[in-house]
């Protein structure tokens, strides 16, 4: 979803422009506060200062008023936590609905930046109740909030949907720019097309506004489209000559999404030391922890160039960086996804709720006239009492079912049908604990499919999801009932094999690596060749703990990428120190060790 976690600084550049005017004093400088809290953070905070020491002056509604833009301050500095925890209160006490609104848009903003997605979508929720109370501006607000939070959460048509709703009414020039940003966004995402010319009017109309930020989202989503269409060279030139002012807004993500196209499109035309520059600025700018599509794409270019260059051990470590942030931001992915659907599932569970309160205040109504009625009536209060009864198991049955599958949608990949890295992982150590307790032997195997990449980029993203499903299908056929087999990253599996030997285990991992190979992506319409390269480890030479297993079956999976790739290898513990052997012996098994690794 590149570009849609900077659109949420959209949102909050935006959040607090709404404000009634009034004319008391106070309320001139509160308004005048809440006018330039975008523009000029240097004096809106000064406002705030004199506004906080005349709070005495103000009225209550003006005193929430003041909260809304003490919060909005906290979070700009990124003091999220107390932010949230006075804008909850706020947005429970606030009697003017414009406040209480403007409130849970903030907490929206704020938990979404702090990857608290469940918390964002509750409180987007609970705003929605309150749009037909609110003025037409303050409304408009919400439309573009919810739009960048969608794109975030990898919903663009529910994205386009508030983009064309705030396209279809009357509002401010530059609330008409922020929708076209969420419009063009979402629609590329949705199939990869734009208006090209509607798309350079929108940046036109932008950059009239001075809205840098927007201006140069749409712009990179342009300079994208061109690179999908064969216009490499134009999308490098507009992104260069916008390169200044993205670097000036200081916007981290903004700075990141830039540079990972511009590195993309350097690797593409052969220009490897531009692809690094932008590549190793992403990595200067990543917040420890964070996970992102930008940080994906600079480790991969790293890996790609200094793979090129011939630099082994660079690479093997630039390799092994790039799959941590691959599996990271696969992570973060399903937590939007696992906080969409659960949201959804709250949502579902309080209309039952509330219908079927409805239906219990109808039954105690017609209760109170059958006790004055006749036979018929009671009999037919028996009978309306048996709906309800059905109506209430039906809803349980419903809720148990749902229940059901989200527990699958946490414990599932969505595109293989296989355990995700934490069920497989989960489900080994508890075998792996068994066959400990049993003396028994257990093998891990590591799969990591060669040049993926090349599939995705020549033949499209349908085919590699093709090829993805297709090795789980072969790798399926060779599991026993008891043995374990999950994709635990973008293009790596793992298998745990339960009372197998090392000889078996080679047997089984050779068997994957021949059928992987026997793949025709023709039929998925891609002339690239499938292959994997394997690693495998037994517990004889591991141990039992599931950290270990995985990290020595990814040090051997390592030695066949760099003995060639398509190949198994069997990790073997490094060989242990001699008595007598010299210090000059010793250096050299350890740099050998190294190069092992």
């Known amino acids: 979803m590149r570009g849609s976690s900077v659109a949420i600084a959209l949102g909050l550049a935006a959040l607090l422009s709404a404000s009634g005017a009034c004319a008391a004093p106070f309320s001139e400088a509160l308004v005048q506060a809440d006018g330039v809290r975008a523009t000029d953070p240097q004096r809106f905070s000064a406002l705030l200062a004199q506004l906080e020491a005349r709070r005495s002056e ?21 003091d999220y936590q107390s932010a949230n925890e006075d804008l909850g209160h706020l947005f429970d006490e606030a009697v003017e609905p414009d406040v209480k609104y403007r409130a849970g848009l903030l907490i929206a903003n704020s938990a979404a930046l702090t990857r608290d997605f469940v918390t964002g979508l509750r409180y987007l929720d609970s705003t929605s109740a309150l749009a037909g109370r609110v003025s037409a501006e303050t409304r408009d607000l919400g439309d573009e909030v919810a739009g960048t939070m969608f794109i975030q959460f990898g919903r663009p048509a529910l994205a386009l949907q508030h983009a064309q709703a705030l396209l279809a009414r009357k509002t401010t020039p530059r609330t008409r720019c922020i929708a076209e940003h969420i419009r063009y966004e979402a629609r590329y995402l949705i199939d990869g097309t734009v208006d090209e010319s509607g798309l350079q009017n929108a940046i036109r109309d932008c950059s009239v506004q001075r809205e840098t930020i927007a201006v140069n989202l749409l712009r990179n989503t342009l300079a994208r489209y061109w690179a999908k269409n064969s216009r490499g060279s134009d999308a490098v030139a507009l992104l260069e000559r916008s390169l200044p002012e993205v670097e000036s807004t200081g916007y981290k993500r903004l700075i990141s999404e830039v540079r990972s196209t511009l590195a993309d499109l350097m690797l593409a035309r052969g220009d490897a030391a531009a692809a690094v520059e932008h590549a190793d600025r992403i990595v200067s700018l990543d917040d420890k922890g964070a996970a992102s599509a930008a940080s994906v794409t600079a480790h991969r270019v790293l890996y790609e160039v200094a793979l090129q260059r011939g630099q082994l051990d660079k690479a093997l470590r630039q390799y092994r960086e790039y799959a941590e942030a691959d599996k990271a931001y696969l992570d973060d992915v399903r937590a939007r996804e696992y906080a969409f659907r659960l949201t959804q599932y709250e949502l579902n569970q309080k ?7 409805k239906s219990q205040n109808q039954l105690l109504l017609l209760q109170q006239k059958a006790a004055n009625a006749s036979a018929w009536n009671t009999r037919l209060a028996i009978a309306l009492l048996l709906v309800l009864v059905a109506s209430v198991g039906y809803w349980g049955w419903r809720a148990r079912r749902m229940h059901g599958s989200l527990r699958a949608l946490a414990e599932t990949d969505g595109l293989t049908g296989l355990s995700n890295r934490r069920h497989f992982r989960a489900r080994s150590e508890a075998a792996l604990a068994l066959c400990a307790q049993r003396k028994r032997p257990a093998c891990v195997l590591l799969f990591d499919l060669d040049h993926f990449k090349q599939i995705n980029d020549q033949c499209g993203h349908s085919s590699g999801d093709w090829v993805l499903r297709e090795v789980a299908r072969v790798g399926r056929l060779h599991c026993r009932e008891q043995d374990l087999f999950g994709r635990i990253g973008g293009e790596e599996f793992a298998m745990t094999l339960v009372d197998c030997d090392a000889d078996a285990a080679m047997r089984t991992a050779e068997a994957c690596r021949r059928a992987i190979a026997a793949i025709d992506a023709s039929e998925a319409g891609c002339g690239q060749p499938v292959a994997a390269s394997v690693g495998v480890v037994t517990t004889a030479a591991s141990g039992y703990d599931y950290e270990a297993l995985i990290a020595h079956a990814d040090a051997a999976m390592y030695r066949s990428k760099v003995a060639g790739r398509n190949r198994v290898t069997l990790y073997e513990r490094p060989p242990v120190p001699q008595p007598g052997v010299t210090t000059v012996i010793d250096r050299r098994n350890a740099e050998a060790m190294l190069k092992q690794y």
Do not use: C, K, M
């Not at 509604?61 to 906290?74: A, W």
């Open 58 to 78: 103000a009225t209550s509604t003006e005193r929430q008023h003041l909260r809304l833009l003490e919060n909005y301050q906290r979070v700009i500095r990124g």
């Open 351 to 357: 209309n039952q709720s509330i219908a079927l309160l």
